[in-house]
Nanobody
Framework: QVRLQESGGGFVQAGGSLRLSCAAS????????LGWFRQAPGKEREFVAA????????YYADSVKGRFTMSRDYAKNTVSLEMNSLKPEDTALYYC?????????????????WGQGTQVTVSS
């Protein structure tokens, strides 16, 4: 069983950038499909990005495509989310998630493990 810990959230002005990181504090990410999700106040948790066993197999929500980049580092046992051209509507609690199956998925119910989340706030 893998345990996830996010970091890197913060406060940034619109147009700025942040880099989120998710580390496996117990276990390894090898073999897992990984995803980033976010939840804004009063809204449901939504898909942001997902990656399969290799970084060649990455999938993004339309709302972040071209601005966000997800990548995984097997050597460091981490997965990151590089966020550029941030908008106020990107403000949310961002979660890292892992699924036992190695393919990527945009569905919340397909993920088996979740981190506690890291807050991203974008001011206008």
């Amino acid at each position: 069983q893998v345990r996830l810990q996010e970091s890197g959230g913060g406060f940034v002005q619109a147009g700025g950038s942040l880099r989120l990181s998710c580390a496996a504090s117990r276990g390894t990410f090898r073999g897992y499909g990984l995803g980033w999700f976010r939840q804004a106040p009063g809204k449901e948790r939504e898909f942001v990005a997902a990656v399969g066993r290799t970084t060649m197999n990455t999938y993004y929500a339309d709302s972040v495509k071209g601005r966000f980049t997800m990548s995984r580092d097997y050597a460091k046992n981490t997965v990151s989310l590089e966020m550029n051209s941030l908008k106020p509507e990107d403000t949310a609690l961002y979660y890292c998630a892992a699924r036992n199956r190695g393919s990527n998925s945009a569905e919340l119910d397909n993920y088996d493990y979740w981190g506690q989340g890291t807050q991203v706030t974008v001011s206008s």
